[in-house]
C-alpha cells in the first residue's frame, strides 16, 4: 500500500483518493502529450481541453487527500507533494494510464505516436469513470461526493468525444480500422487491474467512501460493446492479465513520464508559479 515516511500504511479512505487523483493526473499529462501534435486542430484543441478537465479534477482530489492526510495523520500536505515529490512506487494509477502513445514498446524506443492508441485508451477509460463518478456523487465523503459530481458532468464529455472517434476510424478506411483494432487488443487486457478489488477498495466501499468498480463492470461492458460493435471492431479473447499500478508496481513507461512531469518543479524546489 502507498506509504509515507514513517512507513505506517496510509488509511483506506486517503489511500483511494489518491488512486483517483493519481489516475486522472497521469492520463492528463499523457494527453498533454498531443498539445501542438494533434491531426487537426480540432482535435488538438479537444484533447488540450480534456487533458485541463483530468488535471482540474487531480488537484481537487490532491487538495482533498491533503485536508484528509492532514486529519487522519496530522501530517498536511498539498497538492504539489502528491504530483511532484512523490516516487514512483507511491504513485497508484492504474497501469492503463501511463502506457505511451504507441502501443506495446520499450520506453526508450522512438514511434510516431499513434492516434487510435490515445483514442481507445480515453474511450475504456471514460466508459468506466462514467459510471464511477455517478455513483461516488453518493460517498459518505461529503468533498468527494462533490467532486464526483463535477467530474461526472465532466466525463460525458470525454466519452462521447472517445467513442465518436472509435467509431469514425474503427468503422473507416482499412488502415484505420486495422490501427484501431490493434489498439483495442493491446489496452483491453489492461482493464483487468480497474475490476480487481483489493482490500483498500473493499474497506472504502464498507465505509460508504468509495465504491467497487466490480459491479459496474456490467454496465461498462454494455457501454464497450455497443460501441465497439458500432465500429465494426472485434472484441479480443478474454485475459488473465492483471496489472499492478495501483499497487506500486508499475511499466518501464511510468519513470519516464514522472521525469517529463516533475522535472521543472525538482529543478526549482520551493518556486511559486
Known sequence: MTTNPTRQPL?????????????ALILGQRNAEW???GPALEEDIALANISLDLIGQARLLYAHAGALEGRLTGRVRHEDDYAYWRSEPEFRNWTLQELPHHGPLAGTARADRDYAVTIMRNFLYSALMA?????LAASSDSELAAIAAKSAKEVRYHLHHAADWVVRLGDGTAASHQRMQQALDHLLPYMNECFADDAVEQ??????????????????????AATLDEATLRRPAPSG?????????????????????????????GAQW
Open 11 to 23: 488509511p483506506a479512505p486517503l489511500q483511494y483518493v489518491l488512486r483517483l487523483a493519481d489516475n
Open 35 to 37: 498539445c501542438g501534435h
Open 131 to 135: 459510471e464511477l463518478w455517478p455513483a
Open 203 to 224: 474497506e472504502a466501499a464498507a465505509l460508504g467512501v468509495g465504491v467497487l468498480t466490480s459491479a459496474l463492470r456490467d454496465a461498462w461492458e454494455a457501454t464497450v
Open 241 to 269: 492479465f492483471v496489472s499492478t499500478g495501483k499497487h506500486g508496481v508499475h511499466s518501464e513507461h511510468m519513470s519516464y513520464l514522472l521525469a517529463e512531469l516533475q522535472s521543472l518543479a525538482r529543478a526549482h524546489p
